[in-house]
């Protein structure tokens, strides 16, 4: 659709005032009606708006202030809001719902649950439409990520490996169990960082940052942890580790590290027995 970027957003300007909302300038594609319960207070021919522009139940583009959860090249993780005899609608916060056919569904879709989608431009259509087929849409182009790139991740789905995740919503990923310290949950967003590039191309995840800078910020951490609480920490390398993952949300291991960073700078003194750390001159 040439002129303007359908399911994405555009910069357009308001060429006239209707009864039902402004219309804007789509280029090559004619006036887009921005309808009146998007028009933002105050807006007068001349404004220049930022719109998301999608097509309305006859298939004509038109424009919103809304911004959906996803658009076209994104992936989300959406919920099924009604199904009918030629697919699922999903909901992507505009009041037109994202049809998903029967083809781009991996397994019927049911009202009331989520899936983790691709949004795209229907080819034969020209429609936007999801696709829960998510492997079709990720790129086959080498990452070229350093070792230790934050990265942001959607998580995808449970192996028996670990959790798959979505990187910079364009490669596949992997986050391996043994490096999960939380509760993940298809759908959850976050940060992570690249710990190998496979040569398939594939990415190996962590949820946390390489060992030194890790070190490195929780000893920060830690120091900023003790002067809020009077200069002591009752936890040591005695401690459980998962009360000390309660605490600070690293692994025992990275806190052993932290701690020793401190006490080799002289600004942490050990209680006997690992019982508890203390600043000095505290």
């Given at each position: ?11 357009m ?25 998007y ?34 090249g994104?992936?989300a993780y ?20 994202l049809?998903?056919p ?28 999801a ?26 789905q ?40 496979r ?7 962590s ?18 942890y ?20 309660e605490?600070f ?7 052993k ?5 401190l ?20």
């Amino acid at each position: 659709m040439k002129g303007i970027n359908l399911g994405k957003i555009n910069t357009m300007t308001v060429v006239k005032s209707v009864d039902f909302g402004m219309y804007l300038d789509g280029g090559d594609e004619g006036e887009i009606l921005l309808p009146t319960r998007y028009v933002p207070e105050g807006c007068k021919p001349g404004d220049v708006l930022d719109v998301f522009v999608y097509l309305d139940q006859d298939e004509r583009p038109i424009a919103t202030t809304l911004t959906p959860k996803a658009m076209v090249g994104e992936f989300a993780y959406l919920e099924v809001a009604w199904v009918n005899k030629f697919g699922a609608f999903l909901d992507w916060g505009l009041m037109k719902d994202l049809f998903c056919p029967f083809r781009e569904q991996k397994m019927r879709m049911i009202k009331g649950n989520s899936y983790i989608v691709h949004v795209h431009l229907d080819k034969e259509s020209y429609r936007i439409v999801a696709s829960a087929k998510v492997e079709h849409y990720l790129s086959d182009e080498m990452p070229s990520y350093h070792h230790g790139a934050q990265v942001d991740l959607l998580v995808w789905q449970k192996t028996d490996l670990g959790f798959k995740v979505i990187v910079d919503n364009k490669f596949g990923g992997l986050v391996y169990k043994d490096q999960v310290f939380q509760y993940l949950h298809t759908g959850d967003r976050l940060k992570g960082y690249v710990s190998n590039v496979r040569p398939d191309g594939k990415l190996d995840i962590s949820l946390q940052p390489s060992s030194k800078k890790r070190t490195k910020e929780f000893a920060d951490t830690l120091l900023e942890y003790l002067n809020e609480n009077n200069g002591y920490c009752n936890l040591g390398d005695k401690s459980d580790a998962e009360e000390i993952y309660e605490r600070f949300e690293v692994s025992k291991k990275t806190f052993k590290k932290g701690v020793g960073d401190l006490y080799k700078k002289h600004l942490i003194i050990l209680e006997e027995g690992g019982k508890g750390i203390k600043l000095v001159d505290k």
